[in-house]
Each structure stands twice: as C-alpha cells, then as structure tokens.
C-alpha cells in the first residue's frame, strides 16, 4: 500500500535561518506531488507542485523554494526564513490519472521566532 | 488561473438534521475533477466525496451527497442526518485534467459546528 511520510511534525525555528522540510511517499512511482501552507483556520494555500523528477510549478511568488530530487521525494526549502512562513505545512501526493484523489502527510507546524 | 470560492466560513447544524456546505468554482476547463476533503481537529485530510465533471449524476457516499451544476460552476455539499463527528473544517477542491499537470486547488474551508 501506498504511504506518505512527512517530518518534521513541530519545528521552531528563528527569522533569518534556513529551512527544509521533507516528503517522501512509499508504494508508487511517478506521483504528482504538492506542497501546500494552512494558516490557522484558514484555507490550504497551494505553494508547489510537480509531475516528475525535477519539475517545479510555483504557485505563489515567495520566500519559499521546492525541488524534487527523486522520483518520490518532494522537499521545500527557504534559505531566511520570515515571520510570516509560520504556517502549517502539508504535502500530498495523487497518482497520475488526473481522476484519483491526493493523500497527505501529517504536516508540519512551523513557528518562525 | 483555476479558483475555489467556499462563501460560507463558518455553518451550524443541529444533530440528526441535514446542512449544505456551498461551493463555487472558476475554470475555462471542461473535464476536471471535484472533491470534498474534511480536516477534523487532528488536521488529516479526508476525502469524503469526488464527482467528475462529464458525469450529470450526482455523486453519493452514504450519507454525504453533492449537488453538481456544471454550467453554474456550483458544488455543494449535503451532509443528511448529521452527527457529532462530521464537525469539522470541509474543504472543496477542484483538480485539473492531466495536460494541465493535475494542479489541485482547494478553497477556503467552512467549519462545521454540530450541536447535540
């Protein structure tokens, strides 16, 4: 079975350093994968997505960066983090037919300080 | 650019009785998918309904239904005979055929408050 893994679940980080967060997914090749921010109680804000190794559709001009080393790897970075990319972050991934539904991670609560 | 308008941030319903979350959408698109997701307080993501776009007849799972109107651009959502555990933050979102790199955006969420 198909499974998505995302770590860190908590980090607490200060404005200035660098960041990456990490998605990998288990048990499917070449999925669609995506990186999206939630502030609290708001809506999930798309911020990256790609159909396959190296290709990267940004989404929101920003602070952040998303590569995508591996066929099942998808990784979001900042070099200076800001105040305002405190957030809740998830990635999912979906399989290739555009008709099947995305899994997520369980997320990761970034706190800028 | 493809969006997602949820108009209603916040619905209350009392138990056992039917609420309908709205859902608006904007596309130049003719095939796509549409989706409801529910995140509870655990914040996972659950899908809970998908309805494609070249099928008229309306998607149902158990107690949850849709009402797609494709010409309105319109997606709600009928949750019927409501319990204490479909409270939650329901998303809509809206998925791009393939040739567009199967882009999926969602809306702003509506939290749904179920009283006992």
């Known amino acids: 079975s198909q499974t998505i893994h995302q770590w860190p679940a908590t980090l607490v980080q200060p404005v200035g350093s660098p960041l990456s967060l990490e998605c990998t997914v288990e048990?499917?090749?070449?999925?669609?994968l995506y990186w999206y921010r939630q502030a609290a109680g708001r809506g999930l804000q798309l911020l990256f997505y790609?159909?396959?190794?190296?290709?990267i559709s940004s989404e929101v001009p920003q602070n952040l960066s998303a590569s995508r080393p591996q066929d099942r790897q998808f990784i979001l970075s900042s070099k200076k983090l800001l105040l305002s990319d405190s957030g809740f972050y998830l990635c999912?991934?979906?399989?290739?037919?555009?008709?099947?539904?995305?899994?997520f991670g369980q997320g990761t609560r970034l706190t800028v300080v | 650019a493809q969006t997602v308008t949820q108009s209603q941030p916040e619905m209350s319903v009392q138990e056992a009785e039917t609420v309908t979350l709205s859902c608006t959408y904007d596309?130049?698109?003719?095939?796509?998918?549409l989706f409801w997701y529910k995140q509870p307080p655990s914040r996972q993501m659950i899908l809970v309904i998908r309805?494609?776009?070249?099928?008229?007849q309306n998607a149902t799972e158990n107690r949850f239904s849709v009402n797609f109107q494709k010409a309105a651009k319109s997606f709600s959502l009928k949750i019927s005979d409501s319990q204490l555990g479909d409270a939650a933050m329901y998303f809509c979102?809206?998925?791009?055929?393939?040739?567009?790199?199967?882009?999926?955006?969602f809306g702003a969420g509506t939290i749904l408050r179920v009283k006992s």
């Open positions: 999912a991934w979906s399989g290739t037919g555009w008709n099947t539904e995305a899994f």
């Open positions: 048990g499917t090749s070449n999925p669609n």
């Open positions: 790609s159909v396959g190794i190296g290709q």
């Open positions: 596309t130049s698109e003719s095939d796509y998918y």
């Open positions: 309805q494609e776009a070249y099928k008229q």
């Open positions: 979102a809206y998925r791009s055929p393939q040739k567009y790199g199967n882009k999926l955006v």
